[in-house]
């Protein structure tokens, strides 16, 4: 390369600098406005229609494909309801005995005597709000006042004491099982504790000589 020509690159490279450093001091003094991106294209109401079906999906099959044995029952037991745990020989020897109190007594509730074999099934229908008074042994009365599932039969100032919570029957008797009153929380205390006061007043007393009552 000559020397002419080499002036004339540097002369070039000079005016290239010069006008890379004017168009970033232009850039800086004029900035452009920010680059718009052209509208999105609107919503067609199908897509939207089809978005609202998805969301309402799981709302529909909760309420209508799901079979209906998930949906929890209403209770098929009109008025109070008095529990007996234990055999069917031993359940128709206290209806025989309660029925007929109970209309003797001209009670203003009509309440409805049940028979229970199980109980855990028992327990998951007191649960369920199913059970007001009970009659029952001992020892299951004692595990249901250990969880606190019983309420006092009379409202003394003592509370929920053990001896508040189970009124046996008869007197506690070797080879005898011992079946008593109790009353749970999840039932309609008042009404349990009003009939319980007037089997116990009025009534005749239950005689557990049957040997469906002995202990095995």
């Not at 978005?51 to 209906?68: A, G, R, Y």
């Not at 529990?83 to 001209?106: H, R, V």
Request: aromatic content about 12%; some cysteine; hydrophobic content about 40%.
């Amino acid at each position: 390369m000559s020397y002419r020509d080499h002036l004339e690159a540097q002369k070039k490279y000079i005016r290239t600098k010069k006008e890379a450093r004017e168009a970033k001091r232009e850039r800086e003094q004029n900035p452009r406005p920010p680059r718009v991106d052209p509208p999105p294209a609107p919503t067609s109401p199908w897509s939207l229609l089809l978005i609202i079906c998805l969301l309402l999906f799981p709302l529909f099959t909760l309420f209508v494909i799901l079979p209906q044995s998930l949906i929890p029952a209403q209770s098929i037991y009109d008025g109070p309801l008095i529990w007996f745990l234990g055999t069917e020989s031993e359940y128709l020897d206290i209806k025989n005995w309660l029925e007929p109190e109970i209309l003797a007594n001209d009670l203003q509730t009509e309440w409805t005597i049940l028979h229970a074999t199980n109980r855990y099934d028992l327990v998951d229908m007191l649960r369920g709000g199913d059970g007001d008074l009970l009659i029952i042994q001992d020892d299951f009365a004692q595990e249901l006042f250990t969880g606190q599932a019983l309420a006092p039969l009379l409202d003394k100032l003592e509370g929920a004491t053990w001896e508040n919570c189970f009124a046996p029957l008869w007197e506690t008797q070797s080879f005898l099982k011992t079946y008593g009153w109790a009353i749970p929380v999840t039932g309609d205390i008042e009404e349990a504790r009003h009939i319980f006061t007037v089997i116990r007043q009025f009534a005749l007393p239950f005689k557990p000589e049957q040997p469906t009552l002995q202990s095995l």
